[in-house]
């Protein structure tokens, strides 16, 4: 079956300007996941939602950041007022229900590749 | 706050050879541990994920084991082959769901 699908792949931006970045999780998945991967970071989780529960937002680096997920399957992730540090591969997950309690693994879509110019 | 390390950060082996991937996390307190792959440009691959009640898991030419007293797993891979060539990210599932990774071992396996 469809697998995690993230897009756009690739993203260039100015300076200060606004992005979204989508990500459409494999059907039926509960519990979806927003990482961050950089050079000089590593991989950093920024934030996880399950089913109609408040999700988890303890991971965004700053209020610039911001995420929902609608009809508990597809999300958005926005960055506000873009800035060079912003720049990284944004990478989303799913799962069938929350890793954490029911070990079920989490699969990752490819990433949205984002420059801030 | 949970820190993982991976060592060695880079591995080049002929093929053939077994190899050991090290990981290690100094948080006892975890659901389980995953290992992933990524290639280049990629998202991560889910290998091998060890409850934290359990000592290994395999698959195929893959194993996993977990001390998690020690704070310590490795992945052993047998027999590697050049399709084996990525980065291996090792993970701790903490409360909350959140997954806390290793900078990753960069394998390489020459023909």
């Known amino acids: 079956g469809a697998g995690v699908s993230q897009s756009p792949s690739n993203k260039v931006t100015e300076k200060g300007k606004d992005v979204e970045l989508r990500c459409d999780p494999i059907?039926?998945?509960?519990?979806l996941y927003w990482y961050r991967q950089s050079l000089g970071q590593g991989l950093e989780f920024l934030i996880y939602?399950?089913?109609?529960?408040?999700?988890?937002k303890s991971g965004l680096p700053s209020d610039r950041f911001s995420a929902e997920r609608t009809g508990g399957s597809v999300s958005t992730l926005t960055i506000q007022r873009t800035q060079q540090e912003d720049s990284a591969v944004y990478l989303c997950?799913?799962?069938?229900?929350?890793?954490?309690?029911?070990?079920?693994?989490?699969?990752f879509g490819d990433g949205t590749r984002l420059s801030i110019l | 706050k949970q820190e993982v390390t991976q060592i060695p950060a880079a591995l080049s082996v002929p093929e053939g050879e077994n190899l050991v991937l090290n990981c290690s996390f100094t948080?006892?307190?975890?659901?389980?541990l995953q290992w992933f792959r990524q290639d280049p440009g990629k998202g991560l691959t889910s290998l091998l994920l060890?409850?934290?009640?359990?000592r290994e898991q395999t698959s195929g030419r893959l194993n996993a084991s977990l001390d998690k007293s020690s704070g310590r797993s490795t992945l052993y891979i047998a027999a590697s082959q050049p399709g084996d060539s990525a980065t291996y990210l090792c993970?701790?599932?903490?409360?909350?769901?959140?997954?806390?990774f290793g900078a990753g071992t960069i394998l390489r396996v020459k023909s």
């Open positions: 060890i409850q934290s009640s359990q």
């Open positions: 948080d006892s307190a975890i659901y389980n």
């Open positions: 997950a799913s799962s069938l229900m929350a890793t954490g309690y029911s070990n079920q693994p989490q699969h």
């Open positions: 059907s039926g998945h509960t519990a």
């Open positions: 939602f399950q089913g109609n529960s408040a999700p988890d």
């Open positions: 993970a701790v599932m903490e409360y909350g769901n959140k997954l806390v």
